[in-house]
């Protein structure tokens, strides 16, 4: 019913239905029947009043990318990590030199690449989150609430490495340079007369620098002995979490121009060190240590293993990052192509990382007459013992320094945008009202990153290494490969591979030829070769995991810590178990028909993409109607059912 001025009374089904159509006159219910019948207020003669259709709920539309290049240079900077400098040169020498090339792209092909594809399709598709895109397959809702425990953890340790160079960073504008021998405070470092009382060993500049007064280490006993703050640190991370928080603050529109700077600025960084590099004595030695094959090694399991774990590394594949920034791309983008370019980028980078570490660890060992072996190191070793010592022997070495942590910087600050627009993208899409409203979307993103900031200052006490290692090792160990796993396989054989690969010949609306070819390929993996080799790492993650005692140093990890690693795994992989039963106990019928039901797509799956204004028109509404739907008609509509009548008669 409605008042004289044309809005629906309180109470009527006008006022509380759902979905409607209210023309003049008449109300018909979505069954058909005449609902309400009133007359018009207006004469005849007179013009109808205007339509009175009530607004819908009001729908943020999504954001986009301002041009491919933001989509292509923030996917290339959030894979682009660290990893690529600090991990993948030292596997390459330790398996083997050039060798590891060799299992390196055939798992990069393999699994890397179609997995990556598949993140971005199924993203770009839905144009949802980690956990709303799984409309496709509600059982696998599971799957996006473990992504998001991933990168949970993943954003709480890996902020503390940038908090760790920003404190290298600011130490770098001091000459000389603090770790190096020219300091005062290190005579008795360089002239071998300082022990480390607990290995004996005789300490260098650099390694007391970091274990000392960065770490402060030498002050706990382990796992159990945190110790206080170090509050220079804690400064560092507080603002490192303000960066990000600025940065991301607008969303993809403020990180997507970002990118611009701190995904190319590495690479210049790289040319240059790579550049100086070969300028130096003994480079060429580092070089070969580098790429000297071991054909032997091609046997050893590890290997395989070790290029596995390095392609989901520095792919970021399972952690929801892509998924997310593939969201906010236009519905008719060639996925296909910004596959094969970002993983070529990516791969082709951590490749050519490896002549500017290994050309300077070179020139190192030869100035101080050891094996390249000597000094090689990974992670944060390379990245704050070996190579700061490295850069502390060349000429100018204040500069070197600045430039090489402001690219470690940029390197880190990329990725952690990937991982947070996971986070964020999830829950904005699971609540749509923060996205609606600027004022409780930058609340939200304010409050989550004072929460990390929380909780990562236990990682900068003293003993906040050792727990940092602890989340290092196991928050991208077997959960993430099982997440993936079960990912590969939902869409595979639940949400079906060759509806998948329509859908990616559908958002590609010129498909060349060679696409369809190579999604044929793609489609082998996902059916076949990925599983089997996910299944490979999986069994030899376990492997490692039970013979290998997890240490830091020569600090061996105690059993209940080591628990605590599985335990942070397990809770990210049993998402997948525990939203499968809720999802299965919400339909009806046997356990059979539950299962069914729970892995068709949701209505609201295929009319969820509005990014294509091509595709708008083409766009059919549900088969379920989810609401009551009410339709409001005129006289006119029923003077001419009785004129139908009457010429039937």
């Not at 409050?447 to 006490?461: E, I, S």
Request: glycine content about 8%; some cysteine.
């Amino acid at each position: 019913m409605q008042d004289e001025s044309g809005k629906a009374a309180p109470g009527s089904p006008a006022n509380t239905a759902q979905n409607s159509l209210h023309l003049n006159g008449h109300t018909v219910t979505q069954n058909g029947h005449n609902q309400t019948a009133t007359p018009a207020l207006q004469p005849q003669s007179e013009s109808p009043p205007p339509s009175r259709v009530p607004s819908p709920p009001v729908t943020v539309p999504r954001e986009q990318w301002g041009g491919k290049y933001e989509f292509l240079l923030s996917c290339i900077g959030y894979c682009v990590g660290l990893g690529n400098v600090w991990r993948f040169p030292y596997l390459c020498y330790r398996n083997g030199g050039g060798v590891f090339l060799i299992p390196y792209f055939i798992m990069l092909f393999v699994t890397g690449v179609p997995l990556f594809l598949m993140e971005l399709s199924l993203g770009q598709y839905g144009a949802a989150g980690p956990i709303t895109v799984w409309k496709c397959c509600p059982l696998l809702k599971g799957i996006g609430i473990g992504m998001l425990c991933v990168s949970t953890l993943v954003c709480l340790y890996y902020n503390v490495i940038i908090a760790w160079t920003f404190y290298y960073l600011g130490s770098s504008f001091q000459s000389p340079l603090p770790w190096s021998c020219d300091a005062i405070a290190n005579a008795a470092l360089c002239n071998g007369t300082s022990v480390n009382s607990s290995t004996g060993k005789i300490l260098s500049p650099t390694e007391h620098f970091w274990n000392e007064r960065v770490l402060g280490v030498v002050n706990s006993k382990g796992l159990h002995d945190p110790g206080p703050v170090r509050w220079p640190l804690a400064l560092c991370l507080l603002a490192a979490w303000i960066i990000i928080f600025l940065c991301m603050l607008k969303g993809i529109r403020s990180s997507g121009k970002v990118v611009y700077v701190t995904a190319t600025f590495p690479y210049f960084v790289l040319i240059v060190l790579i550049i100086r590099g070969a300028t130096l004595e003994g480079s060429l030695q580092g070089i070969a240590f580098y790429l000297t094959p071991e054909w032997s090694r091609l046997a050893n399991a590890q290997v395989w293993n070790d290029a596995a774990s390095q392609i989901f590394y520095s792919l970021g594949i399972g952690v929801g990052g892509l998924l997310s920034m593939a969201s906010y791309n236009k519905f008719d983008n060639n996925v296909i192509r910004d596959t094969i370019i970002i993983t070529t980028g990516n791969c082709s980078t951590s490749f050519f990382a490896g002549f500017a570490i290994f050309s300077i660890l070179g020139h190192m060992a030869w100035r101080k007459g050891v094996p390249v072996g000597k000094v090689a190191d990974t992670g944060p070793g390379l990245a704050f013992v070996a190579y700061p010592e490295a850069l502390a022997l060349l000429p100018g070495s204040v500069f070197w320094s600045i430039l090489f942590f402001l690219m470690l910087f940029m390197l880190g600050i990329d990725t952690l945008f990937g991982n947070m627009e996971g986070i964020t993208t999830a829950v904005l899409d699971e609540f749509p009202h923060l996205r609606a409203n600027a004022l409780h979307k930058s609340l939200f993103l304010g409050a989550l990153c004072f929460c990390f900031y929380l909780m990562g200052l236990l990682l900068v006490t003293d003993g906040g290494i050792y727990w940092f290692t602890l989340i290092d090792s196991f928050s991208t160990s077997f959960g993430l490969i099982i997440i993936t796993l079960f990912m590969c396989i939902g869409i595979s054989f639940f949400y079906g591979v060759n509806q998948f690969c329509k859908d990616i010949i559908d958002m590609i609306c010129h498909c060349p030829p060679w696409c369809t070819k190579v999604l044929l390929y793609f489609k082998a993996c996902w059916v076949f070769f990925t599983p089997f080799l996910l299944l490979f790492i999986l069994t030899y993650i376990f492997i490692e995991m039970y013979n290998t005692p997890l240490h830091y140093g020569s600090y061996v990890y105690p059993r209940w810590g080591k628990a605590l690693g599985v335990c942070m795994g397990a809770t990210c992989c049993l998402q997948i178990l525990i939203w499968a039963i809720v999802a299965i106990s919400k339909e009806t019928g046997t356990l059979k028909d539950r299962f069914q039901k729970s892995i068709r797509p949701l209505n609201s799956w295929r009319v969820n993409n509005l990014n294509s204004t091509q595709r708008v028109e083409e766009r059919v509404e549900p088969d379920r109607v989810e609401a009551p739907f009410t339709v409001t008609l005129t006289d006119m509509d029923f003077t001419a059912m009785r004129w139908d009548m009457g010429s039937e008669a």
